[in-house]
């Protein structure tokens, strides 16, 4: 079965840096996704990407963030001047279609020291 | 706007009795729901979905959801636990756009 990759697995990083995190989503898919998980609490809903733009994205999703598909195939998210908080797991999705379950890669876990 | 609540952040079960996971979701839209599941240091994986068809959906490992737009809950039954089924459950709920909104989890414990 198709799957949603994503690397590194764990990022270690110093503040103030900024970090990278890839991901491939399904082949065929169209929509995608980040969420992350702060340790302990709720996955949340970062950004979703559609036809090369940021088609929805929440509170979180600052100036401190981007998105970008820069070939065919890969999706990443950026996030620069990393801060303490910036702490979680970040998970990659994708669907074919807007009304389909989205999929999801098993997460970079990033850790800010 | 919309909302999941989950009740019971832990649930123990025996192996071989039911499982029941409650969930309870508010949405400005007719939902879609879902149930994902997380093991341990891996990501989430669906279970099953609801989007709008037939009440009670059968997902994957036997698991079952029924839709009570009455009651507007989603909760996750078993009838028979195993001790693979240990993990984390995610109740999720998708209004009118694309974002998920996800419950706080219940991490669920067979007992052998």
């Known amino acids: 079965e198709p799957e949603v990759t994503q690397t590194p697995s764990h990022q270690v990083t110093q503040m103030g840096q900024e970090v990278i995190l890839r991901c491939v989503p399904i082949?065929?898919?169209?929509?995608f996704y980040w969420y992350r998980q702060i340790l302990g609490q709720k996955v949340e809903f970062l950004v979703s990407?559609?036809?090369?733009?940021?088609?929805?994205k929440s509170e979180i999703f600052d100036d401190q963030f981007s998105v970008e598909r820069p070939d065919g195939s890969n999706f990443t998210l950026k996030i620069r001047s990393t801060k303490l908080e910036d702490s979680a797991m970040y998970f990659c999705?994708?669907?074919?279609?807007?009304?389909?379950?989205?999929?999801f890669g098993d997460g970079t876990r990033l850790s800010i020291l | 706007a919309q909302s999941v609540t989950q009740l019971g952040s832990h649930v123990s079960v025996s192996e071989g009795t039911p499982v029941l996971l409650r969930c309870n979701y508010s949405?400005?839209?007719?939902?879609?729901l879902f149930w994902y599941v997380q093991h341990p240091n891996k990501g989430l994986q669906l279970l099953l979905k609801?989007?709008?068809?037939?009440?009670l959906v059968k997902g994957i490992n036997g698991f079952e959801a029924e839709f009570k737009k009455s009651e507007t809950s989603f909760h996750l039954t078993k009838p028979s636990a195993h001790m693979s089924d240990a993990a984390e459950y995610f109740c999720?709920?998708?209004?009118?756009?694309?974002?998920?909104?996800f419950g706080t989890g219940t991490r669920l414990t067979i007992i052998p």
């Open positions: 999705a994708s669907s074919g279609e807007f009304n389909q379950p989205q999929h």
């Open positions: 082949s065929n898919h169209l929509y």
């Open positions: 990407f559609y036809n090369n733009e940021i088609s929805e």
């Open positions: 949405s400005s839209y007719s939902p879609s």
């Open positions: 609801y989007t709008s068809a037939a009440t």
């Open positions: 999720v709920v998708r209004g009118g756009n694309e974002k998920l909104t």
